[in-house]
T-cell receptor
Framework: GIQVEQSPPDLILQEGANSTLRCNFSDSVNNLQWFHQNPWGQLINLFYIPSGTKQNGRLSATTVATERYSLLYISSSQTTDSGVYFCAFNTNAGKSTFGDGTTLTVKP | NAGVTQTPKFQVLKTGQSMTLQCAQDMNHEYMSWYRQDPGMGLRLIHYSVGAGITDQGEVPNGYNVSRSTTEDFPLRLLSAAPSQTSVYFC???????????FGPGTRLTVL
């Protein structure tokens, strides 16, 4: 099956810094999602982004499907951005395959 | 809309006990699925459903049963709980085969 690799596995930032998280997949995918899992374990939808670029406030995402990667940009990070960021691609029949995540810690 | 709801939020079982994790969605989504998340890992698919009356196995189905009698509900049954099933369980739904997935808040299960 298609493999998903996320990097870096861990990231520590000072509040106000910018960061880029990467998601590589081993074959073409039809679509891709980014999630934030907060410290309480809740999975929050960030972006549904099969291709192109989307922005939502301080967060933006870019998927280049032909080159099999997606990037999540976080600008001016805040302590509330801490948590685990997952990318997942959605296969047919409503199933998702997840990467192992990037753990982000933002220090005040 | 409540979205995807799950009950209970927490559960402690003894080895060998059975229980049902409940999942419901009010978005009229055809597709529903169950995942488990073990510490430090991403989510892995247990079972999924493409509509009422139709279910199939995912990556890690052993020890779990599902059924889907209505569009709204997709319960997950643990037949005889084992410590290896200690995990956080998430239910999800989507509209369309490749549609955006929406997740419930999760059930944290501990098997002693």
């Amino acid at each position: 099956g298609i493999q998903v690799e996320q990097s870096p596995p861990d990231l520590i930032l000072q509040e106000g810094a910018n960061s880029t998280l990467r998601c590589n997949f081993s074959d073409s995918v039809n679509n891709l999602q980014w999630f934030h899992q907060n410290p309480w374990g809740q999975l929050i939808n960030l972006f549904y982004i099969p291709s192109g670029t989307k922005q939502n406030g301080r967060l933006s995402a870019t998927t280049v499907a032909t080159e099999r990667y997606s990037l999540l940009y976080i600008s001016s990070s805040q302590t509330t951005d801490s948590g685990v960021y997952f990318c997942a691609f959605n296969t047919n029949a409503g199933k998702s395959t997840f990467g192992d995540g990037t753990t982000l810690t933002v220090k005040p | 809309n409540a979205g995807v709801t799950q009950t209970p939020k927490f559960q402690v079982l003894k080895t060998g006990q059975s229980m049902t994790l409940q999942c419901a969605q009010d978005m009229n989504h055809e597709y529903m699925s169950w995942y488990r998340q073990d510490p430090g890992m991403g989510l892995r698919l247990i079972h999924y459903s493409v509509g009422a009356g139709i279910t199939d196995q995912g990556e890690v189905p052993n020890g779990y049963n599902v059924s889907r009698s209505t569009t709204e509900d997709f319960p997950l049954r643990l037949l005889s709980a084992a410590p290896s099933q200690t995990s956080v369980y998430f239910c999800a739904s989507s509209y369309g085969s490749f549609g955006e997935q929406f997740f419930g808040p999760g059930t944290r299960l501990t098997v002693l």
